[in-house]
C-alpha cells in the first residue's frame, strides 16, 4: 500500500449491490487488487444476504474524478443469542478493507464505524485488509492462513505432501473410494447431508443449506463440490471457492466413517489435482485457529503457516462479541450439542448459525 496523499480528495459512499454495472465495476476492480478474496466480491455479499438474511453493505472510496480507489465488503449480522456486529466479510475467513494508501484505508475506516453505530452494532470487525491506524484494536495470533503452489502433476503433487500423511493419503487411495465433482442439485445434497453431520460431530450449529446453495449460485463456474463416496454413499465432501489462480476448499468435513477410511485425505488430494485441471497454480488451505487440531493438520500437508491480522473495534462500555465455539464460555455447550441427534441438530443450527457471521 502507497503512502497517504497528502491533497486526497475522496469520496466514501455505500454502493447499491444490486445495480449490475456497479457490482460489475467493483468485481472487476476487486480482482486486481493485491491481498483480494473472493470475500470482496459482490457476488460473495448478496449470496451471503440472500442465504442468512444478514444485511450486505459495501463501501467505496473513490478520488476526485471517480476511479476507485478502496473497498470494504460488509454484513450487518445479528441474532438474540450473540447480539450485533458489522463484519467484514460475513461468513467468511477474510475480507477487511482493500485500499490504494494508507489514506484511503483510515477514512473507509471511519465509515465503517460510522455505519455500525447508526445501524446500532456495537463491534465492528475487519477480518484481514488494510490496518486502520486508530481507534481499532489489532489481533495477529490467533489465525493462522495456509496457501502453498500446486504441484506440476499427480505424482508429483503426491510426493510433494510430507512422507507421514502421504502415507495416509496412500491408505485412502487404496479403499477403492470414488470421487465425483459438480454444482449439480445432488452434488449440493451429498454435501449438505455430509457438512451436517461432520459440524454437529464437532459440537457446532450447521450453517443454513439456503447459505451453500445461494454461493453455488452466486459464483457459477467458480464454485463447485467434490464429494468422496464409500459404496455409493458419500463420505467426505467439501464446496471449494476458485478466485485468482488459487482453489479454496472452504465448506467440508466427513462422517464417522471418513477417519478409517482416510476420506478427507483423499478428498484434498483429489481437490488438489482437480484444481490444477481447472488451471489453478495455488491450494488456499484457509484458516485455521492457532494450534488447533485443523492447524495442524494442515501443517502436517507442508503448509506453512501465515499470521491473520484482524482489526475490531467495540463502543465504550460494550463487551466484546465472543462468537469462538473453543471459549471456555461455550465449553458445555459443544458438549451437549455433540450428543445432539442429527433432525434437531439440523432443525435448530441454522437458525443458531445465522448470528454467528
Known amino acids: 500500500m502507497n503512502a497517504p496523499l497528502v491533497h486526497e480528495k475522496l469520496a466514501v459512499r455505500q454502493v447499491d449491490l444490486n445495480a449490475a454495472d456497479e457490482a460489475a465495476r467493483i468485481d472487476?476492480?476487486?480482482?486486481?487488487?493485491?491481498?483480494?478474496?473472493?470475500?470482496?466480491?459482490?457476488?460473495?455479499?448478496?449470496?451471503?444476504?440472500?442465504?442468512?438474511?444478514?444485511?450486505?453493505y459495501c463501501l467505496v472510496a473513490e478520488?476526485?474524478?471517480?476511479?476507485?480507489?478502496?473497498?470494504?465488503?460488509?454484513?450487518?449480522?445479528?441474532?438474540?443469542?450473540?447480539?450485533?456486529?458489522?463484519?467484514?466479510?460475513?461468513?467468511?475467513?477474510?475480507?477487511?478493507?482493500?485500499?490504494?494508501?494508507?489514506?484511503?484505508?483510515?477514512?473507509?475506516?471511519?465509515?465503517?464505524?460510522?455505519?455500525?453505530?447508526?445501524?446500532?452494532?456495537?463491534?465492528?470487525?475487519?477480518?484481514?485488509?488494510?490496518?486502520?491506524?486508530?481507534g481499532w484494536t489489532i489481533q495477529s495470533d490467533a489465525y493462522a492462513n495456509f496457501e502453498r503452489e500446486l504441484a506440476a502433476d499427480d505424482e508429483a503433487q503426491l510426493l510433494a505432501i510430507p512422507r507421514k500423511q502421504r502415507a495416509e493419503v496412500r491408505k485412502g487411495l487404496e479403499k477403492g473410494l470414488v470421487v465425483e465433482t459438480g454444482n449439480a442439485q445432488r452434488d449440493l445434497d451429498w454435501h449438505y447431508r455430509v457438512y451436517a453431520e461432520s459440524v454437529r460431530n464437532l459440537g457446532t450449529p450447521v450453517f443454513p443449506r439456503a447459505l451453500m446453495a445461494e454461493t453455488l449460485k452466486a459464483f457459477g463456474d467458480e464454485a463447485d463440490i467434490l464429494t468422496v463416496l464409500s459404496d455409493g454413499k458419500p463420505v467426505a465432501s467439501v464446496l471449494s471457492l476458485?478466485?485468482?489462480?488459487?482453489?479454496?476448499?472452504?465448506?467440508?468435513?466427513?462422517?464417522?466413517?471418513?477417519?478409517?477410511?482416510?476420506a478427507n485425505d483423499v478428498m484434498y488430494y483429489a481437490l488438489m489435482n482437480h484444481a490444477r485441471q481447472r488451471g489453478c497454480t495455488r491450494f488456499d488451505f484457509g484458516r485455521s485457529k492457532v494450534d488447533s487440531g485443523a492447524y495442524f493438520f494442515k501443517k502436517n500437508w507442508g503448509f506453512e503457516p501465515e499470521p491473520l491480522s484482524y482489526s475490531t473495534r467495540t463502543a465504550d462500555g460494550s463487551p466484546p462479541r465472543d462468537v469462538n465455539p473453543n471459549s471456555a464460555k461455550y465449553r458445555s455447550v459443544v458438549s451437549a450439542w455433540q450428543k445432539l441427534p442429527m433432525p434437531i441438530a439440523n432443525l435448530i443450527g441454522p437458525w443458531i448459525s445465522r448470528g454467528l457471521g
Open 28 to 56: 472487476a476492480w476487486v480482482r486486481i487488487q493485491p491481498g483480494a478474496t473472493p470475500f470482496h466480491l459482490p457476488r460473495w455479499l448478496t449470496a451471503i444476504e440472500r442465504g442468512t438474511g444478514n444485511k450486505a
Open 63 to 134: 478520488n476526485e474524478v471517480g476511479q476507485l480507489a478502496g473497498m470494504v465488503p460488509l454484513h450487518a449480522v445479528g441474532s438474540p443469542l450473540f447480539g450485533r456486529a458489522m463484519v467484514s466479510s460475513g461468513f467468511a475467513v477474510g475480507g477487511g478493507i482493500l485500499a490504494l494508501s494508507q489514506g484511503v484505508a483510515d477514512r473507509l475506516a471511519d465509515a465503517v464505524w460510522e455505519l455500525a453505530i447508526a445501524l446500532k452494532c456495537p463491534t465492528a470487525e475487519l477480518r484481514g485488509g488494510a490496518i486502520p491506524h486508530q
Open 242 to 262: 476458485y478466485f485468482n489462480g488459487a482453489v479454496m476448499p472452504y465448506w467440508g468435513g466427513g462422517v464417522w466413517q471418513a477417519r478409517a477410511l482416510r
